[in-house]
């Protein structure tokens, strides 16, 4: 299927099953147990489970890292072993391995020459990524002395190095501060509506809740439930009116109009109470207004530019460029730079960032791959 048809199914999974065994093949484990997926391109989608309920042994087989008993899956309609896959995809592991020695520039400089990435573009990316995830301060200290939350916001920037179709996250805002969390949650928005396909297993419901579109929640290997936010979330049976303060004796004439007219029981009134997570960031902003030092991560700035296609001169969109003009056969889109994809309508989702910047291009729909591959070098894999 064409790499800018926005029906593809990026995974498609069906009856997918995982058991582990052990050496004499006794059956240990059923990990996942006949789970079928869709998860299409541009969506945000949610693996919801208790411990033990299957979400990184799937995730782990949608990378390839582990091999399916039974069923079918295909990742970008391949399978998920292939290396063209591995390319597309961005992956942060539930645990942050990391070397321990290498300063955080190092580390992204080494994920950026797997990807096969020129030396100016993994510079570049490298700043850009540290000063997103509030990491610029500490660029070169070794990750060994990097505690938990750090550690994690290295880990998301490594998973976006190589530009990422399908940024798959384990677990991603496990240790991060509320304030990480609420970037992270922003960030993955962001690169929603910049026709990401992201998909992320969470044990905070809180975090799924607010950025999905879609979402399965397993239990026992199986899928228990499916469908969206709204779908699974709203209690059609429960009205909320939302007005400023009233009084005592406003309340009563107003449960008074509701029952005479609508035959209803008011349930409950009561001032709503502000979110813990509102609290804190009031708390933390107003310290960094006073200046407070920290060692720590310091507030995040804003989205890479190369994430948001503002770069089109570099990386990708350079040999794009090239391969353009010596590929006559694969010309770009009329009135388009030639990394630039078709226009594709916004989802909707809830705005990250008051301003958002102009969508981002989808590469390689237009170009011969092959040749991007030789000028690379044929690098590359996650
Ligand atoms: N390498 C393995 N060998 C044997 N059993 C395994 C292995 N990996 C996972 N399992 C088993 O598969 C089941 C699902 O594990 P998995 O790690 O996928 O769960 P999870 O939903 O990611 O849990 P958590 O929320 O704790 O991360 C568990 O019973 C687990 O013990
Ligand atoms: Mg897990």
């Not at 489970?49 to 970008?76: C, E, Q």
């Not at 109009?257 to 109470?273: D, G, K, Y």
């Not at 948001?308 to 350079?318: I, K, N, S, V, Y």
Request: proline letters at 7%; charged letters at 25%.
């Amino acid at each position: 299927m064409a790499a800018n048809d926005t029906t593809e199914a990026v995974v498609e999974a069906q009856g997918l099953t995982k058991v582990f065994s052990d050496f004499w093949m006794r059956r240990k484990a059923v990990a996942v147990d006949g789970i079928d997926l869709s998860i299409r391109r541009d969506e945000i989608f949610g693996l919801l489970g208790p411990n033990g309920s299957g979400k990184s042994t799937t995730i782990k087989m949608i990378l390839g890292l582990l091999h399916r008993t039974r069923g079918r899956l295909a990742v970008f309609g391949r399978d998920p072993t292939d290396v063209e896959v591995k390319r597309r995809i961005g992956y942060l592991p539930e645990e942050t391995y990391m070397y321990r020695y290498l300063s955080p520039t190092e580390t992204l400089d080494f994920y950026g020459r797997l990807f096969g990435l020129a030396r100016a573009v993994r510079k570049r990316r490298a700043e850009e990524l540290l000063s997103m995830v509030g990491l610029s301060h500490a660029a070169h200290r070794p990750v060994g002395e990097f505690s938990k939350g750090m550690a994690r916001r290295l880990g998301i920037a490594q998973a976006l190095i190589n530009d990422p179709e399908l940024l798959i996250l384990d677990e991603p805002t496990s240790g991060l501060d509320p304030l990480g969390t609420r970037q992270v949650k922003d960030l993955l928005l962001d690169l929603g509506r910049r026709g990401k396909t992201i998909i992320l297993s969470s044990h905070q419901l809180d975090d799924v809740q607010d950025v999905c579109d879609r979402m399965v929640i397993l239990y026992g290997g199986r899928v228990r439930s499916e469908g969206t936010v709204d779908e699974l979330l709203e209690d059609s049976g429960r009205s909320v009116i939302t007005v400023p303060h009233l009084d005592a004796d406003a309340a009563r004439r107003v449960e008074r109009v509701l029952q005479e007219t609508a035959h209803v029981q008011v349930e409950r009134i009561a001032s709503p109470r502000q979110r813990l997570e509102d609290l804190f960031m009031q708390i933390v902003e107003r310290a960094r207004a006073e200046k407070t030092e920290t060692s720590g991560a310091q507030a995040g700035g804003p989205t890479a530019a190369f994430l948001r296609g503002e770069q089109p001169g570099e990386g990708g969109g350079l040999i794009r460029e090239l391969v353009s003009e010596a590929a006559p056969q694969a010309p770009a889109p009329s009135g388009a730079p030639a990394q630039q994809p078709p226009a594709r309508p916004e989802p909707a989702r809830p705005a990250a960032s008051p301003t958002p910047p102009p969508a981002a291009p989808r590469g390689g729909a237009d170009v011969d791959r092959s040749v991007i591959d030789d000028l690379l070098g044929g690098g590359g894999g996650s």
